[in-house]
């Protein structure tokens, strides 16, 4: 049994104080009132963040100036404003209004009904759904980047995130601007059934056309990026960046495993793994993004003018 279970461990409970007896402290029998001459501090509750690798306690004012990135090298999963502010420059960017598409367009109900958990996770995301888009400038080159919130249900891709990628594309070719997408998704959002499903198709007759413009599609993965999102999208990059440790993949390692009967390598999966198999171009830390983003942009807009030119 552990020791807080036993009765010989527990503390000795101090005795009752009596009514007209009130407790002070040293301070206040010293100096009386002096408690009213300073402010009590609320200290906020979310100030130190767990690493989630090491367990170490880290400072939260730290971690935002190292734009979400751990001693121990863990990339974090952030929110689409910020990765918008750390990817343009000078963090200034325009964001694009979310499409009106319908909440919940099956009536869909499991443990709870489907509009609930919409309502809970706009609630604490702030975001109307999972996909956002904004335009800028990276490296002087006018961008339109997509970013996945895996915070809002997984970042899955339902209909309302599909209307966003097809905006951005749009905004894209208006623009005659590159389109970035930043992918962080569980996959499909099983909740809007065949509806989510078409949005893969959707998004690869987007790319279809910024293909046909001779316009830069870049991918870059984050954790995590798999399954149906994978499957189409994040995949069709003319270049593929992926942040380091990202996991990436259709399905999760367990069900491979089981399905081919054998062991999987060590780090399967993992940004670093796809890029010695040549599934990703290159890893790229957070803070280098911007720099790596811009070099990539302009020497494919260079190559789009010369062959306009020709």
Avoid at 15 to 38: F, M, S
Avoid at 214 to 228: E, I, K, N, R
Wanted: net charge positive; with cysteine.
């Amino acid at each position: 049994m552990a020791l807080a279970d036993d009765k010989r461990n527990r503390p000795i409970r101090n005795q009752p104080t009596p009514a007209n007896r009130e407790r002070v402290g040293w301070l206040a029998k010293i100096a009386p009132g002096v408690h009213k001459l300073v402010a009590r501090r609320e200290t906020p509750e979310n100030l130190w963040v767990k690493c989630p690798d090491t367990g170490e306690m880290i400072y939260r004012p730290d971690l935002e100036a190292a734009q979400w990135v751990t001693p121990a090298g863990r990339h974090m999963r952030i929110s689409p404003d910020l990765r918008f502010a750390y990817t343009f420059d000078d963090g200034r960017y325009r964001e694009l209004p979310q499409p009106k598409t319908p909440d919940d367009p099956l009536n869909f109900t499991y443990s709870k009904p489907y509009k609930e958990s919409l309502t809970a996770a706009r609630k604490s995301t702030g975001d109307q759904d999972s996909m956002s888009a904004a335009v800028g400038e990276i490296g002087g080159l006018a961008t339109v980047c997509l970013a996945h919130n895996f915070a809002f249900v997984g970042g899955s891709l339902g209909t309302a995130a599909g209307e966003m990628f097809l905006q951005a594309a749009d905004e894209a070719l208006r623009l005659q601007a590159p389109l970035v997408v930043f992918t962080a998704s569980g996959g499909m959002r099983m909740q809007e059934g065949m509806l989510s499903l078409m949005q893969m198709a959707r998004a690869t007759v987007a790319i279809q056309k910024l293909r046909q413009a001779h316009l830069p599609y870049v991918v870059v993965m984050t954790d995590p990026s798999t399954a149906g999102v994978l499957a189409s999208y994040a995949m069709l990059g003319d270049v593929h960046l992926a942040e380091p440790g990202a996991l990436i993949g259709f399905t999760g390692r367990r069900v491979i495993e089981q399905t081919i009967r054998e062991t999987l390598p060590a780090g399967f999966q993992t940004a670093e793994f796809q890029v010695e198999h040549g599934m990703v171009d290159r890893v790229v830390p957070r803070k280098e993004l911007p720099k790596v983003l811009g070099s990539i942009l302009q020497t494919l807009m260079m190559g789009r003018a010369r062959l306009s030119a020709a």
